[in-house]
């Protein structure tokens, strides 16, 4: 199946600090990249869907203004958590639909563990 | 109501076993439908695509009823390396994905 990875895989920091998490295709281009978190024991929850060349659209309850998302190039989306708090601390997922796929599938990354102290 | 239910288990059930779960889904215009396996701490890995005629793929088989918008996973001859919790998936309107909040299998030796 299609790749797609992320960096950093874990991360700590200080409370309000930003952190910059960083999604890429590695083989295929991905119009469309989703962002999701997933706290312990719950399900996926989407954040923000990311389109290369446009603005993001976020789901409600998310803030834009705190998680900034940058989808710059078709194989590359970029979230950043901006001054990070502990509630933020959670299990970061990306996601990446390949075109031309008709079910478009979509492809996780390996996510991100962040933990805000 | 969620876009996306299933029974979050946990199955537990002996090597060698079937097991089978099913998923509801309540936008009868949803377009297509997985079965992702999230192993504990990992991302989600796509099993498989549930297509209308259902499918197999080695033991597993996903079947795809709309008339009562369920799809199903039947897993047979159960390995310890099933154990994992397996997330049901439907792409609904505006192309958005819905998760089902997941159902965890145990395979006991």
């Known amino acids: 199946g299609a790749v797609v990875s992320q960096h950093p895989s874990r991360v700590i920091c200080k409370s309000g600090t930003s952190v910059k998490i960083e999604c890429r295709s590695l083989?295929?281009?991905?119009?469309?990249m989703f962002w999701y978190r997933q706290f312990p024991k719950q399900s996926l929850m989407l954040m923000a869907t990311?389109?290369?060349?446009?603005?993001?659209?976020?789901e409600q309850g998310v803030e834009k203004d705190k998680f900034l998302i940058n989808h710059a190039s078709l194989t590359l989306s970029t979230l950043t958590v901006t001054s990070a708090h502990p509630e933020d601390s959670s299990f970061y997922i990306c996601?990446?639909?390949?075109?031309?796929?008709?079910?478009?599938?979509?492809?996780f990354g390996p996510g991100t563990r962040l933990l805000v102290l | 109501r969620k876009e996306v239910e299933q029974d979050p288990g946990p199955f537990n059930v002996p090597e060698g076993a079937t097991v089978a779960f099913n998923c509801t889904y309540s936008?009868?215009?949803?377009?297509?439908f997985f079965w992702y396996r999230q192993d504990c701490r990992k991302e989600p890995k796509l099993l498989m695509s549930?297509?209308?005629s259902g499918n197999e793929d080695g033991r597993f088989t996903a079947q795809l009823n709309r008339a009562s918008q369920y799809i199903s996973l039947l897993i047979r001859d159960s390995k310890l390396s099933d154990s994992a919790t397996y997330l049901c998936?439907?792409?609904?309107?505006?192309?958005?994905?819905?998760f089902g909040s997941g159902t965890k299998l145990n395979v006991k030796p």
């Open positions: 998936v439907v792409r609904g309107n505006f192309n958005k994905f819905y």
């Open positions: 549930v297509y209308s």
């Open positions: 996601s990446a639909r390949g075109s031309g796929d008709v079910q478009e599938t979509q492809y």
């Open positions: 936008n009868s215009a949803s377009q297509s």
């Open positions: 083989d295929f281009q991905a119009t469309t």
């Open positions: 990311s389109n290369e060349g446009s603005k993001a659209t976020y």
